[in-house]
Structure formats: C-alpha cells, structure tokens
C-alpha cells in the first residue's frame, strides 16, 4: 500500500508503542496537534499524555529528561520540531548522553531516539532548513540514521528504536509526503549497512535522506546515454559503511558524493578519505562531491540551485566519467 | 568582591557555640536525626576529602575538588534520603556519596585519571558525578518523570514511594538547563528535591554574580517552596530535606532547598582562591563549621554528654584506617586496558571503530616491546 514517510512514521511510533509499553515520546507541540509536520497524529489520543508528553519549550529540558527516563527504564522518543531548533540540547547531546555509556564503563547505555526533520527545499524561513548531520557524526557515542523512503523511514525508526543506543534520526522533510509502499511485516535491514538501490558499472554515486530519490533520477538520464551508475543510499551517517562504497568503487573505479549539508568536513569528505584509502589504485577518477555550499542555508528562493539537483549532479558525473 | 548579603536568615536550629534551640520542625522518634552517626559521617567524610587533598599533593591524583565546611548540609541532606530514593550529584558530593554508601576510593577513580565515574550507580541509586554545570538537573527531573509513570508516587507505602534528590552549587542556578529543569518540574509536579548548596563561590565568582536575591526566593517564581537553611547546621539541613522528601514521595511536588554553607578550600587542588577572596573570609566561617558545631552539643552544654573520650578514640582510629584503606585503594585502581575506550563507546563496536582500535592496540603492542 502507498504511504507517504510521515505516515509511515506515524505508523513505526505506534508500533513501537503497542510492543513495548516503556517507549514513550517527548517534544513540542506533539499532542493534539500531531507535532507540525503530523507525525505522532493521533498518538496522544491513543496512548495517553503520560505517553506522549507535550513537552515545555525548551530542546534542553526534552533531551536531558529523556537521558533521565532513559536512567529509570524507559524508552523516550524525543521530538526537535526543526533542525535549526536542535542547538539549545546540544550540550546535554554532546556532553551527556553520547557518553554516558563510556562514562559507566559500558554499565549504563542510554537507549534514547531524537527526531530532527532536516535539509531544504520545502521554501522555509531560517533556521527550519540545515543539515546538521555532521556535528552528530563528529560526536562518538551517538547513531546517526536517515531514511530516504516511506519503507526505509518505517524500518529503521523501528530500530532506531529498539537499540540500546542513543540515536540521531534525521527525517527528510521534502520526503515526508513522498509515497512509497510500506510493509511493515518486511525484515528488518540491516541499520549499520548501506543499500544499493540502483545498480551499476559505470560509476558509484552516493547520496543519503532526500537526495536519494535526486540521485535515482540523475541516474536514470545516465542510463539513457548508456551509463548504468550505481546508486548507493548510505542510510546510517554514523557509523558509515564504507564498505558497501569501497566495493562498488572497486567495480567502477569512480565515486561521485551528494548532501545537501555544507562542503567541508561534511559526510562526504569522511567518506571520500575513507575510499581512496582503500581503493587508491581501483580509482580511475578524483572523488567528486556535490553538496551544500559553505554558507549558510540560503533564503529559499535561491535553494533550487544551492542545493545538489538533478543537473549539479549529472555534471559532476560527466566530470568523473571525462577522466 | 565579597559574597553577597542574605536578605533571608537562613533556617537554623543548632547555633555556633552548639545550643540547640527547640523548634518542632525538627523531627523526632524514628525520623530523627541520629546525632552521633551524623557526627560519625562527617568526621569520615571530612577525612575522606583532606585524604584525598594529601593524595594529590603527592602526585596520585590529578585533581580535588574538596568539599571542606560543607559536611552540614551533605550529611544533613544524605542522611534523610531512603534506600530507594535516587541521587543526582554535582562532583562535590563527597559526604552524600559517603552516606548513601558509595566507597569512597571509588570516588578517587575519576580525579585520578582510572576511569570517567568509578561506580555502578544501579547498585546505590547514586549516580555519576557530573562535571557539566546544571546537566544534571534535567537528568533528575526525567528520572522522577519515570517514578511518577512506574506509580511509585504518593501510594502512602513507605517502601515504594520514591523521590529523586539533585544536588547544584550557586553556579549553576544561572545555567539555562536549571532553570529548565525548574520548569518541568513545577509544570509536571515531579517528585524531585533540588538541593544547591550556596557556598558563596563559582570558581571565582561570587553568589551577587549569579543573583540578587536568595536562591531559595526563585523557587516562588517557577511555582514550588524554596527554603533556605544553615549549610553548616546538620540538624536543621536534615529535617529540611527530609521534609522535601515526604512531601515529594507523597506527591507534594518539588521544593528547592538552599543550603547556605561556604567552601572552605579553593575550587579544586588546582585553584587559587586567595586571587580573588580573603582569606578572613574563610577565617569568619571557620567560626561556624558543622562538625565543632555538632561536637559543641554532643560533648556537654547544658545536657549530659551524649559523646565520650572512648566515643572519639573509637573515632579517631577509625579514621586511621580509613585513611590507609584510601590511601592503598587509590593506588590499587586498576588502569584501564588501552582497549576499552573503544568497547564502551556504543553497545556493539561499528567496523571502522574495530579497524582503529587495531590499529591502536598494534601500535601500543609495539611500543611496548622496543621499550623491554
């Protein structure tokens, strides 16, 4: 049946709720509203406000009680309304619950899951379109996941879920309303793994949340010039499965990398260092990255082209493919 | 700069000199404050801490952030805690550490470079010290966000009902998180004591830095009582928290109590407080330290001595021992393998973290062998 990703997490939340009565969720305007992007719609109503707390303003005070709840048993679902929004809760992310399970000598690990929408491309105002992902990636202690489709955004929520550790989950909001057929009934995938969703010889082309489906596309007018590209979806930005890159790359000897996240010491950078030194001699191109520029998020009128598109992304392929 | 001026005299029940003024917010029969194991626990505790300064001056501990004068208010605090009750400490709360059982060489692990905690706080409800100012008044207010939905609140059953006891410095009342954690925990009613010993000093900042009223006045603002009692009075922080406590176990809520005590020592071993305070200052509350205090009225007063010479010989040696077990168990820490950092960062070891680990632990194997 075709879901659309918000729905599809609605839908993962609800579950996870039905199967173990200790996850709870926690965030601003979550209740009756539905949060506003409607993810945990209903859920209030359905679950009681001791579960699906509505929670004072304040990103802080949601992260560190949720490490509190986390000490007493619990499963918190922590919601950051936007990603512009996460900074206020990045001392208790970063100094607290990325290393509580270090500090306790591996005793105590914090199984808390926080939700952040990101990336651009929906026409915002700032601070409700940034792609944080790197500072969490930077963090040791924390997973960082983002699903690029409603089967995905079903899956790994779950996951993100039921692991005992902290985990960064980073909803696409361009995607939210992108329908996809959902299964909840599928197995699970496996959240430390990239996936292959298209593949290919003649060049490696990574991506990961909503530039996955960007990618798909840039591949497809590739293929019509009769280059079959290989496009990965790199899911988990922490831990990165470099693996899965480094053996496509060794089929195709060229990797191209997409994010909307700024360029430097971005996702893509850490990736690319990580496949030429495994694949140094396979690699018949420089690693090519197209990302966000190092500026901030631009107003919305000039995202279209700031952002990685179809066309950013065929001219680096040309570029790696000219070599 | 000097510490600010109360405008509120702080509750106190145990005078200077040790006169015992009656009052009947002071508990009695079995709630009572036991006066000699009070007594008891801060002589130790104190021990513990001047134990640990000796340590450091010889080079087997990094760093100490001694908690000298403030036995009163910790003593007095950890004393009115239950087994089930849980605790959020700064990294001072050496004496509540003591009192809820914690051993106190596992206290040294951190400031000796062994370890990031040092114990298990599943075993005693007694949780890691803390060194981010105020991150663990959020930590409290989650925890008792998790008493209230385990119905562990206000069922009347003494040994069920539980309530969480955070402990901030003066400092940390102008973090944001604090005052969050003030929110939440009006907003929700949790069942969480915050106790801020005011010692007058962050680092160097004096308490007219970080407000101009008393800490206990906020606690209006936010919707709960705040009170504000003797740091240096045993008897009346005890019967301040435990009443806290009662209430908060019995669903009362939160109160924010202010402990209005002084840190005799600079910050920590590495500070050099007599840059920016005098040293009259620490001469004047010298005057009205917690143990002289609790001793004045244990040794006589108008009241038969309930504390003989036999009584503080008994003591005395066993602070000796206690001292040698410190002194022998800090150095016994083990260190820790150069292995585990990698092992405890997350639940299951990612790929990349493995290969670096190895690379680490080649390195470290190789090392050691061109040095043998």
Known sequence: MSTAMAHALNASLRDAMRADDKVLLI???????????????????????????????????????????????????????????????MNQ?????????????????????????????????????????????????????????????????????????????????RSYWSKGDVDPSAPAVDMERARIVRPGDALSLVAYGALVPVAVKAAGVLAEEGREVEVIDLRSLSPIDDATVVESVRRTGRLVIAHEASQTCGIGGELAARVQAQAFYELEAPILRVTGYDTPYPASRLEEEWLPNVDRILEACDLSLSH | MTSATPTTEPWSVLDAAGRLRQDDRVPFGADALDLRAAYRDMVLARRVDTEAIALQRQGELGLWPSMLGQEGAQVGAGSALRAQDVVFPTYREHAVAWCFGVDPVQLLGLFRGTTMGGWDPRERNFNLYTLVIGAQTLHAVGYAMGIVRDGDVGTGDPDRDRAVLVFLGDGALSEGETNEAFVWAAAQNLPVVFFCQNNQWAISAPFSVQSRVPAAERARG????????????????????????????????????????????????????????????????????????????????????????????????????????????????????????????????????????????AFVAAAEGDHS
């Open chain 1, 93 to 173: 992310i970063v100094t607290q619950l990325a290393r509580y399970r270090h500090r306790s000598e591996g005793r105590i690990s914090l199984p808390v899951v926080i939700r952040i929408p990101v990336g651009g491309g929906i026409g915002a105002i700032e601070h409700h379109s940034e792609s944080p992902e790197a500072y969490f990636a930077h963090t040791p202690g924390l997973r960082v996941l983002c699903p690029s489709d409603a089967q995905e955004a079903y899956d790994l929520l779950g996951q993100a879920i039921r692991c005992d550790d902290p985990v960064i989950f980073l909803e696409p909001k």
């Open chain 1, 27 to 89: 965030g601003e305007d979550i209740g009756p509203l539905g949060g506003v992007f409607r993810v945990t719609d209903g859920l209030q109503k359905d679950f009681g406000d001791d579960r699906v707390v509505t929670s004072p303003l304040g990103e802080a005070g949601i992260v560190g009680s949720a490490i509190g709840l986390a000490l007493a048993g619990y499963r918190p679902v922590c919601e950051i309304q936007f990603d512009g929004f996460v900074f206020p809760a």
């Open chain 2, 222 to 361: 936010f919707g709960f009582p705040g009170v504000r009692v003797d740091g240096n009075d045993v008897i009346a922080c005890h019967a301040v928290t435990q009443a806290a406590l009662a209430n908060a176990r019995a669903g009362g809520g939160p109160t924010l109590i202010e402990a209005v005590t002084y840190r005799r020592n600079p910050h920590t071993t590495s500070d050099d407080d007599l840059r920016y305070r005098a040293g009259s200052e620490n001469d004047e509350w010298a005057t009205r330290d917690p143990i002289d205090r609790l001793r004045a009225l244990l040794t006589g007063g108008d009241h038969s001595p309930q504390i003989d010479e036999a009584f503080l010989a008994d003591l005395a040696r066993e602070e000796e021992e206690l001292a040698e077990r410190l002194r022998g168990g800090c150095r016994a820490l083990p260190v820790p393998a150069a292995g585990d950092p990698f092992l405890h960062s997350l639940g299951s070891m990612p790929r990349d973290l493995e290969r670096q680990m190895n690379e680490h632990l």
